[in-house]
C-alpha cells in the first residue's frame, strides 16, 4: 500500500527559515497536501500541489516537487513562534479522493 | 459558522460501553470522512461516505458503525468501547472530485 513518511521534529529559530520534508511511495499520487495541526486543534489545509507541479509558492510557503525521487518538502520562511505546530504531509491517489499521511513532522521555533 | 463541526469536543468513558460521535459540514459537500488519529499523531482513514453511501471501509471493526441520515451530516457510533479506541476522531469533507479536505476540530475519546 502507499506509504508517506516525515521526519519527527525540526527545531528553528524565529526568523530562520524552515525545510519540513516528506516522501511517498505512490508514483500515481495526483495531489500532495500539507496540513497544519496546532495543539489541541484540528488540521488546518495549508497548500497542496498538483503532482505535474514543481513548485508552489504561496506567501511564506513554498512547495517543492521531486516526482522523480516522490520527494516533497515545505518551505517556511521567516518562521514565527506561530508556525509551531505540527505538519502533516498527505498524498491522494487517483482513486477515492482519501488522503493517507505521514507521520506529522512537529515544528519548534524558539524566540 | 463552523465548516466541520464536531460532536462532543471531549469524550470519557468506561470500556464496554456504547457512544456515539456526530459531524455536520455546512459546505454543499458531497463527500464526507471519518479519520483516527493515534497517540503518536498517525492519521488513519476510516471510512468515506458519498451522497449517504458507504464508499470506504478501511478494515475498521464492526463495532464502529457510521451512519449517514443526509449529505451533511455523518456519525459514527461504536459498540463495546475499548482501550484500544482512545484516540482521536477527526471529521473531514471534500467535494469527491474536489482537491481540498476541510477537517473538522476533533472529538478525543478516552477509554478507561
Known amino acids: 500500500g502507499e506509504d508517506v513518511e516525515q521526519s519527527l521534529f525540526l527545531s528553528v529559530r524565529e526568523g530562520d527559515s524552515s525545510v519540513i520534508n516528506c516522501t511517498y511511495t505512490?508514483?500515481?499520487?495526483?495531489?500532495l497536501y500539507w496540513y497544519k495541526q496546532e495543539p489541541g486543534a484540528g488540521l488546518q489545509l495549508l497548500t497542496y500541489i498538483f503532482s505535474n507541479m514543481d513548485m508552489k509558492q504561496d506567501q511564506r510557503l513554498t512547495v517543492l516537487l521531486n516526482k522523480k525521487d516522490k520527494h516533497l518538502s515545505l518551505r517556511i520562511a521567516d518562521t514565527q513562534t506561530g508556525d509551531s505546530a505540527i505538519y502533516f504531509c498527505a498524498e491522494r491517489g487517483p482513486g477515492e479522493p482519501v488522503l493517507t499521511f505521514g507521520g506529522g513532522t512537529r515544528l519548534m521555533v524558539k524566540p | 459558522d463552523t465548516a466541520v463541526s464536531q460532536t462532543p469536543k471531549y469524550l470519557v468513558t468506561q470500556m464496554g460501553n456504547d457512544k456515539s460521535i456526530k459531524c455536520e459540514q455546512n459546505?454543499?459537500?458531497?463527500?464526507m470522512y471519518w479519520y483516527k488519529q493515534d497517540s503518536k499523531k498517525f492519521l488513519k482513514i476510516m471510512f468515506s461516505y458519498n451522497n449517504k453511501e458507504l464508499i470506504i471501509n478501511e478494515t475498521v471493526p464492526n463495532r464502529f458503525s457510521p451512519k449517514s441520515p443526509d449529505k451533511a451530516h455523518l456519525n459514527l457510533h461504536i459498540n463495546s468501547l475499548e482501550l484500544g479506541d482512545s484516540a482521536v476522531y477527526f471529521c473531514?469533507?471534500?467535494?469527491?472530485?474536489?482537491?481540498?479536505?476541510?477537517f473538522g476540530p476533533g472529538t478525543r475519546l478516552t477509554v478507561l
Open positions: 505512490d508514483s500515481s499520487s495526483t495531489y
Open positions: 459546505l454543499g459537500h458531497d463527500t
Open positions: 473531514a469533507s471534500s467535494q469527491r472530485i474536489g482537491i481540498e479536505q476541510f
